[in-house]
């Protein structure tokens, strides 16, 4: 009888403890969502909720990759502990699959501290036949950055095995200049399809990296068209330009409203007097998250993750450009949030393909190089196609004045019959003063 009892209270014992066990796991992600909210008034911007938002760029309170890919392997995802921290009618597929697998060697260092602190990170969506347009953005990145780089690569799941084993294969010098994480693509529920659709496969991916990666305080969203012709940092340091206001930057969507679409055509708000083009942008998370945003939909301000849905729900028959027209309609009722950079940080053929229009960058150079349209694919625009070219075919360690600078010096010259062509040393002129950089180094 007495061992009866003692396995009785022994069980019971142990229901008590699992149950406390329970209840601080709730507990603890209760508090988690609570803290997005805390302290913001809504109406006001995210400078007046009452503390001070984190303006300095990059992961904050992130784990080192080896503490975060053990903490992978050892939890799975459910409501009471998920490793996306999204709200509820937000799909995660599971503990990122295997993307923390992707953390390249080298990648955890001792000095991680300090190497995190000087790291830029870069988020790019990848849907369909984009892998070696994503795997040459990211070249382009790699050999002219002087600072560690973190990409987040979104993609279908198809892609990610064809995305590790790419970028596994570069040789392992360049490897410890970057690491990479691979995301499955991730939509709410409810509306995954018609989020999917909207524009491009995938392309509105971007408006939900806020509420994906939470522990992300900056990130530099780019599409994978993008070419950089100088380092990733010199547009990561724009960061420090923002005031307390602004929480995102884009280029303007034309320079010139003649040939401007916006102010045309457009049948919905946008930002200014032309428009913002979402293919560069550079983002305080941490801000677009805490703040209440203005809107046309009701008169009480909303948060990013409630305003969204709503939004498409009011202009999906009205727009266009997808979810660039839904940012540009964001920032219309929110101007003050937006920090407008210049247009040779997203230079695109709308600025030579009817006569020069960039005026910065015919004084500087292009920074930056956006080849929309699916100019690297096609003869449309001979330059555009010929820097996509060049940079695609350079092979790691070869010299980068012999092997890329010439190379596309000379391409370039056949394209002198466009407009786009004649432009072109305005090409050439930032990448020769990147690569003479990376070349002293």
Request: charged letters at 20%.
């Amino acid at each position: 009888m007495r061992c009866y009892l003692h396995t009785f209270f022994l069980l019971t014992l142990l229901t008590f403890l699992s149950l406390l066990y329970v209840f601080s796991q709730l507990a603890s992600t209760l508090d988690g969502r609570d803290e997005l909210g805390a302290g913001v008034i809504p109406g006001r911007s995210s400078q007046d909720s009452g503390h001070l938002l984190r303006k300095r760029p990059g992961l904050v309170g992130l784990r080192s990759p080896r503490e975060e890919l053990s903490r992978c392997k050892s939890l799975s995802v459910s409501y009471w502990n998920p490793y996306w921290r999204l709200p509820a009618e937000v799909c995660g597929v599971n503990c990122l699959l295997e993307s923390s697998l992707s953390e390249k060697p080298g990648s955890i260092s001792k000095k991680h501290g300090d190497e995190e602190a000087r790291t830029s990170h870069v988020a790019v969506v990848a849907c369909g036949p984009r892998l070696e347009e994503t795997l040459t953005m990211v070249k382009s990145a790699v050999v002219l950055s002087k600072k560690p780089l973190h990409f987040y690569i979104f993609a279908e799941d198809e892609l990610h095995n064809s995305f590790r084993v790419a970028l596994k294969a570069w040789p392992r010098e360049v490897q410890t200049k970057f690491t990479f994480t691979i995301y499955p693509i991730t939509f709410p529920k409810e509306n995954a399809n018609e989020w999917k659709k909207l524009f491009k496969p995938c392309a509105s991916q971007r408006l939900f990296l806020p509420l994906i990666l939470k522990e992300v305080d900056s990130l530099l969203y780019v599409d994978t068209d993008i070419l950089f012709l100088q380092p990733v940092e010199d547009i990561w340091a724009l960061l420090s330009l923002f005031d307390s206001s602004h929480l995102a930057a884009m280029a303007p969507e034309h320079e010139e409203p003649r040939i401007g679409w916006y102010n045309r055509f457009a049948r919905h708000p946008y930002y200014g007097k032309t428009g913002v083009n979402s293919g560069v942008m550079l983002m305080n998370m941490t801000r677009l998250r805490e703040k209440y945003f203005k809107n046309d939909m009701t008169a009480v301000a909303l948060k990013w993750e409630e305003m969204l849905m709503p939004l498409l729900q009011k202009y999906k028959l009205n727009i266009t450009w997808g979810d660039q027209d839904l940012l540009n309609i964001i920032f219309h009722h929110n101007p003050e949030s937006l920090y407008v950079f210049p247009c040779q940080w997203n230079y695109r053929p709308d600025h030579c393909m009817y006569g020069s229009n960039c005026a910065q960058a015919e004084r500087e150079g292009v920074f930056i190089l956006h080849g929309n349209r699916g100019v690297y694919h096609n003869d449309k625009q001979p330059a555009f196609q010929a820097v996509y070219k060049t940079i695609q075919k350079y092979q790691f360690g070869e010299n980068l004045e012999t092997s890329l600078l010439k190379p596309l010096e000379a391409a370039l010259q056949s394209a002198a019959h466009t407009y786009c062509g004649r432009a072109s040393p305005l090409f050439t002129k930032r990448l020769k003063e990147s690569i003479r950089s990376v070349q002293q180094r």
